[in-house]
């Protein structure tokens, strides 16, 4: 069921790049569309769970606009992410023994962009609006099910894998390169709480009280080609 919802939003979003790059064919468009590969540092800020950021890969296309005798240029930009991300667990309820829990996560990401030119289009200041869909929190050993988050008498590792599906996220970096070629580097922090589904749910949270709460944040270094 997840798989179509990517696929769905996948289609959904190409189109909104495409319908947005041909209404703005009265603008002179400078790279036309360029396609985005890199690696991710992810991980989630949050003082219920500790945390250890893991790494991923991204890929995605971007429509840029140049429009003239303007200090900066526009783009929309399309992305999907393979992130990681570890959190502390214990093999039983007893045990003190900490053990990393690994957790992936794809995430399908839309931005708005406005590109600040620092030296003409060869260096640019980058900052704009991201809207996201993720899937969940899915344990990449399913032997750790079981497990039990650091710091909860009850919470199972597997407790925490529905989080929040939509968030907002702020994203602000640099561009740089010369022609057809250009490196970006970029940090996104989530304004919305991605752990809010978790307060939805039944979850057995002694002995804290607490809202679940966590805001993600990313760093990206990517390759961009345009044609």
């Not at 039944?202 to 990517?222: I, R």
Request: net charge negative; proline share 2%.
């Amino acid at each position: 069921m997840q798989k179509k919802q990517f696929i769905i939003l996948v289609v959904f979003c190409v189109a909104f790049v495409t319908i947005s790059t041909a209404q703005h064919k009265r603008y002179t468009i400078k790279n036309g569309i360029g396609f985005v590969g890199g690696l991710t540092q992810y991980d989630i800020t949050t003082d219920n769970f500790k945390t250890k950021s893991g790494s991923g890969f991204l890929g995605g296309m971007v429509a840029t606009v140049d429009i003239p005798h303007k200090w900066f240029t526009v783009s929309y930009g399309l992305q999907l992410s393979q992130n990681s991300i570890e959190i502390e667990g214990r093999s039983t309820a007893t045990s003190k023994n900490i053990e990393m829990l690994e957790y992936d996560l794809m995430a399908v990401q839309l931005a708005f962009m406005l590109h600040v030119k620092l030296i003409s289009n060869n260096l640019t200041l980058d900052v704009g609006p991201q809207l996201q869909y993720n899937g969940q929190l899915d344990l990449k050993s399913s032997s750790q099910e079981e497990f039990f988050i650091n710091g909860y008498d009850a919470l199972l590792a597997e407790d925490i894998s529905d989080i929040s599906p939509f968030n907002v996220n702020g994203v602000v970096g640099a561009t740089a390169g010369i022609g057809n070629f250009k490196l970006r580097a970029t940090y996104s922090y989530g304004f919305t709480n991605i752990f809010n589904k978790l307060n939805d749910e039944d979850l057995t949270t002694t002995p804290s009280s607490e809202k679940f709460e966590g805001n993600q944040t990313m760093l990206a270094f990517s390759l961009m080609i345009t044609l």
